[in-house]
C-alpha cells in the first residue's frame, strides 16, 4: 500500500448523528489514520491509511459496535499453475487497502476475495488480477448494486411499519377510539371488559416491541451499557417505560399507588410504529439524495461490441482493456473513453459537459463513455476503462465532496456528541420534578412527562442537515457540469468576495491570430513573417500558432530552423537561414538591449485597442511588431456583468502590457487588472488580491495555472470535457463556458443557504419541543405533550430537513451556455 491511500468504506448500525461521531472518533484512535470523516447520511466513512491496515480500521469499528460493510466476491483465475502463482494471485489482491482477505484455490482456479466495498468493487479486482498477469473473471458478483441495496432498506424498513402499524392499530382503537367514537370505551366495558382489552393491548404491544421494534433494542441497549447512548437507547428507553409501566398495572396493580393504576400500551406501540414510519420516510429521501450519483453511474453501458481476432463480439464493460478497438454504431452509447481511429460524426456530450450542443468528432478526437453517438458510425481505440475513465473519475470526485465535512457544521457535531446523554440526563431530571411537585396523579405525569423528553430529542435533524444538503447540491452540480472536488470548496466559494480570472484561454478564446504587422525600414512583411513563422514552429505557445497560421494563410514556405531556446516568460530564440531571431515581449527586447523606439508608437496603437505587441529582432535589430489578438469568449462579458450584479470583484491576471490588459479589462468591465505578470509571478498575484479584497476564487485552465489554482482560495478549473483529474483545482467546469462559474457560485450559496436553513430547523425543535414535553406549559394550560405526538413529531423533523435539502434537485442552471 502506498504511503497515503484514500479509502472510503461503507458503515453499518448507525441511526443518528451521535452514531456517526463516535465511530468517526473510534477511528481516529487508529495509529495510522488520518482525515478520517464519518458521513451519517449516506453512511460512509472516508479516511487516509498511512500506515494502518483494513483489519484495524474494522476492529476499530467493530469495538464501536458500528461494523464495517463487508462483501465476498469469487473470480475465476487463469494462467495458475503451482503455489507460486497462488502466492502471487493473494499477494496482488491484499495490496489494495480495502481487501481484508483473499484465499485462492488451484483445483477450481478461483480466488474468494472478502472486501470493504466502496474502496474496491468486483471489477477493480478482476483487473487487478489481470494486470498482475492471471487473467480474472467475475464468477458469482457478490456484491450487490448500491442502488438495489439502498432499495432493499426502503422495502424492509416499509415492511417493518406495516407490520407494526397493523399490531398498533386494535391497541390504538382500544385505548383512543373513544376519542373518535363515542360510546366506545363503555361498549368494550360491558363486552370483553377493561382487564381483558387491557390483556389484548398487552399482548400486541409486546409483539410490537420484540418484533418490528426488537432493532431499537438490538441497538440502543448495548450503546447503553457503553456509556455512549445513541437514538436507538432513547425510543428503546422511552418505549420499555411506558410498557414497563402499564404491565405493572396490568399485572400487579398493588404496586402502584391509588390513582395512577392506567396502562399506556398505546403510547408505546404507537412510538415504535411512528419512529419507525420516520425512518422509512427518511430512508426514501436519503435514497433520494443520492439519485445523482446513480444517474452517473447508469450512464455506463453494461456492454460493448469489441473487434477481437478480426471478429466483432458484445463483451461485459468489464472485459474491455486498454488498447481494444470498439465499434460504435449511430445512437448508440459511447461504452468506454477512447480515440476515434476511423469515421464521423457528432456526439451529445451534455450528460457530461452540461453543454447541449452535440460535439463534432472524426479520427485523433477523444471520446467519453456514457455520453451519446449521433448519425455516424466509428471506430476507436480504448484509452481508458475502469476507475481511470472520465465517468468513474466523476462519480469519485462527486463522492469525495458528499463526503466531506464543511466548518459551518462544526458547531452540530459538537451539539451531538453530547446530546444524548444530556436528554437522558433531562429526562431523569424532569421525572424527579414532577415526582416532588407535580399533581395528582403524580407518578403517572412524571412518566409521560418523561418519556415524552426522551422521544421527541432528535439528533438526527442535527446529523442530517449539511450532509443531506452537500449530498444533493455536489450531485445537481455535477449533473449540470459543475464538480465540487472537495466538500468544502461549497463553503469556500460562497464565502469569496474577488474572482480573478487567467486571460488567455480563459476570458479569451485561447486562439490568437494575426492582425496586423509593422516592419521597420530594412524588411518587408513577408520576409519577416517567413522567418518568424519558422522560429515559431518548435514553441507551444498559442502566439507561436498564430504566426504559423498567418503564414499558412499567405501560402509561404518555412525554411528550417537550426536551432531553437525557449525564454520562459519572454518568448524564445532562435537561427534560421543564417539569421539569429528574437521574438517576444518588450522585456525581452529590454533584456537583450535592443532598442524599440522605432516602433514603440505601434507598439502603443496596437496596446490601446487591446492587442498584444511582439516583438521580432534580427541579428540583433528590431524588424517588426506584429499585432496579436485574442478575441474575448461570448460569454466573458455577460459572465463579469453577472458575477458584478452579486457584489463580487473582478480581477484579471495576464503577461500582457499593462495598456494591452486595460485595454481588454475596459472592454469587458473588468475592477482590477493584475498585468505583465510572468508565469511563475502568478501566485504572488494571488497573494496580493487575497491581502487587499480578502477570500479570493481563481479561474484558470488548471494546467498552467496549477500553483496559482492552488494558492487561491477556491481555485476554479475550466475544464475542456475530459480534462476532469485537475489536482490542483477545488471546482471543475467540465465545459469551457464560463457559465459554469456562476452556476458554481449559485449552487454554493443555495447549498449554504439549505444548510443554515436544515440547522435552524433542527436546533429550533429541540430547543422548542423538549421544554414543552417536559410539561413547561403545563402551568398555564393544563396541557401535557402525548409521547405519541412526541414520536410523531421527532420523526418528522427529520423527514422535514431531507426534504428541504432536497429541494436542490430542483435547481436549475443560473446562466446557460452560450450557443
Request: aromatic share 4%; proline share 4%; charged share 20%.
Amino acid at each position: 500500500m502506498s504511503a497515503d491511500t484514500t479509502l472510503r468504506i461503507e458503515v453499518q448500525g448507525m441511526s443518528c448523528a451521535a452514531c456517526a461521531g463516535r465511530a468517526e472518533r473510534a477511528l481516529g484512535t487508529v495509529p495510522g489514520l488520518r482525515d478520517v470523516s464519518v458521513n451519517f447520511a449516506n453512511g460512509q466513512a472516508s479516511m487516509v491509511m498511512q500506515r494502518a491496515q483494513a483489519d484495524d480500521v474494522v476492529e476499530a469499528l467493530e469495538a464501536a459496535n458500528y461494523p464495517a460493510r463487508e462483501e465476498n466476491v469469487t473470480l475465476n483465475v487463469s494462467g495458475m499453475s503451482c503455489a507460486s502463482c497462488i502466492n502471487r494471485v493473494e499477494a496482488a489482491l491484499k495490496a489494495l487497502p480495502a481487501v481484508l482477505d483473499a484465499h485462492t484455490n488451484l483445483a477450481t482456479q478461483t480466488v474468494q476475495v472478502r472486501f470493504l466495498p466502496g474502496g474496491t468493487d468486483a471489477p477493480h479486482l478482476a483487473r487487478t488480477l489481470t494486470a498482475a498477469g492471471y487473467p480474472a473473471k467475475l464468477r458469482d458478483d457478490g456484491a450487490e448494486d448500491q442502488a438495489a441495496r439502498r432499495a432493499a432498506e426502503i422495502d424492509h424498513a416499509r415492511r417493518q411499519v406495516w407490520i407494526a402499524g397493523l399490531l398498533t392499530l386494535p391497541v390504538f382503537v382500544l385505548e383512543m377510539g373513544s376519542h373518535v367514537i363515542p360510546g366506545l370505551h363503555g361498549l368494550i366495558a360491558e363486552t370483553i371488559g377493561m382487564g381483558a382489552s387491557w390483556m389484548v393491548q398487552f399482548v400486541l404491544t409486546t409483539a410490537v416491541l420484540i418484533w418490528p421494534g426488537r432493532q431499537f433494542y438490538r441497538l440502543g441497549v448495548p450503546a447503553l451499557l457503553k456509556g455512549a447512548p445513541d437514538m436507538n437507547s432513547l425510543v428503546a428507553l422511552g418505549a420499555s417505560a411506558a410498557w414497563a409501566y402499564s404491565t405493572v398495572a396490568l399485572l400487579a396493580p398493588a404496586l402502584l399507588p391509588e390513582g395512577t393504576r392506567a396502562v399506556y400500551f398505546e403510547a408505546a406501540a404507537v412510538i415504535v410504529t411512528l419512529i419507525l414510519m420516520g425512518r422509512w420516510l427518511e430512508a426514501r429521501a436519503k435514497g433520494r439524495t443520492g439519485a445523482a450519483i446513480q444517474r452517473l453511474i447508469g450512464l455506463q453501458p453494461k456492454t460493448a461490441r469489441v473487434e477481437r481476432d478480426g471478429e466483432i463480439r458484445d463483451l461485459a464493460i468489464e472485459e474491455v482493456t486498454v488498447g481494444d478497438l470498439l465499434q460504435l454504431r449511430p445512437g448508440e452509447q459511447v461504452a468506454i473513453d477512447g480515440e476515434v481511429t476511423e469515421g464521423t460524426s457528432y456526439i451529445d456530450e451534455s450528460m457530461i459537459t452540461g453543454e447541449p450542443a452535440p460535439v463534432a468528432k472524426s479520427p485523433g478526437d477523444t471520446v467519453v463513455g456514457g455520453t451519446i453517438n449521433g448519425d455516424g458510425a466509428l471506430s476507436f481505440r480504448a484509452t481508458a476503462v475502469g476507475r481511470d475513465t472520465v465517468l468513474a473519475r466523476i462519480v469519485a470526485m462527486v463522492e469525495e465532496a458528499q463526503g466531506a465535512k464543511l466548518p459551518v457544521q462544526a458547531l452540530a457535531d459538537r451539539v451531538v456528541r453530547v446530546f444524548v446523554p444530556v436528554v437522558i440526563a433531562v429526562a431523569l431530571v424532569t421525572v424527579a420534578v414532577w415526582l416532588m411537585v407535580g399533581p395528582a396523579p403524580a407518578l403517572t405525569h412524571a412518566l409521560v412527562a418523561g418519556v415524552s423528553v426522551l422521544i421527541i430529542a432528535c439528533p438526527c435533524a442535527m446529523g442530517l442537515a449539511t450532509p443531506t444538503s452537500i449530498m444533493v447540491g455536489t450531485g445537481r452540480a455535477a449533473e449540470i457540469g459543475v464538480l465540487f472536488r472537495k466538500g468544502e470548496a461549497l463553503q469556500r466559494l460562497d464565502e469569496a468576495r474577488v474572482v480573478a480570472f487567467d486571460k488567455t484561454g480563459t476570458l479569451t478564446q485561447g486562439k490568437p491570430a494575426v492582425t496586423r504587422i509593422t516592419v521597420s525600414a530594412d524588411w518587408d512583411e513577408v520576409t519577416v513573417l517567413r522567418l518568424a513563422a519558422a522560429a515559431q514552429g518548435k514553441s507551444e505557445h498559442p502566439i507561436a500558432r498564430a504566426m504559423e497560421d498567418a503564414a499558412k494563410q499567405k501560402d509561404l514556405s518555412l525554411p528550417t530552423v537550426e536551432s531553437f531556446h525557449a525564454i520562459a516568460g519572454h518568448g524564445i530564440e532562435a537561427d534560421v537561414e543564417g539569421h539569429r531571431l528574437l521574438i517576444g515581449a518588450a522585456r525581452l527586447m529590454t533584456s537583450e538591449g535592443i532598442e524599440i523606439g522605432a516602433l514603440e508608437t505601434a507598439a502603443q496603437d496596437l496596446a490601446e485597442e487591446g492587442q498584444t505587441a511582439i516583438y521580432v529582432a534580427i541579428d540583433g535589430h528590431l524588424a517588426a511588431v506584429l499585432g496579436i489578438a485574442d478575441a474575448a469568449k461570448p460569454s466573458s462579458r455577460a459572465v463579469i456583468e453577472a458575477l458584478h450584479a452579486r457584489g463580487l470583484r473582478i480581477a484579471m491576471i495576464t503577461g500582457d502590457s499593462t495598456a494591452t490588459a486595460q485595454a481588454i479589462a475596459d472592454e469587458l468591465g473588468i475592477d482590477h487588472v493584475e498585468a505583465e505578470v510572468l508565469p511563475e509571478g502568478k501566485v504572488d498575484a494571488v497573494r496580493r488580491l487575497q491581502d487587499r479584497f480578502g477570500a479570493t476564487a481563481f479561474v484558470g485552465d488548471g494546467i498552467n495555472d496549477a500553483p496559482a489554482l492552488a494558492q487561491s482560495d477556491i481555485g476554479i478549473a475550466v475544464g475542456t470535457g475530459t480534462d476532469v483529474a485537475i489536482e490542483s483545482a477545488d471546482v471543475v467546469l467540465m465545459s469551457g463556458d464560463l457559465a459554469g462559474v456562476i452556476n458554481a457560485l449559485d449552487l454554493s450559496h443555495r447549498t449554504l443557504r439549505n444548510i443554515r436553513q436544515n440547522l435552524f430547523w433542527a436546533f429550533a425543535y429541540n430547543a422548542a419541543l423538549i421544554p414543552v414535553a417536559a410539561g413547561l406549559l403545563y402551568p398555564a394550560t393544563g396541557l401535557l405533550l402525548s409521547p405519541m405526538l412526541a414520536a410523531g413529531a421527532m420523526a418528522l423533523s427529520s423527514v422535514f430537513v431531507l426534504s428541504n435539502a432536497l429541494r436542490l434537485r430542483g435547481v436549475r442552471p443560473a446562466m446557460e451556455a452560450s450557443s
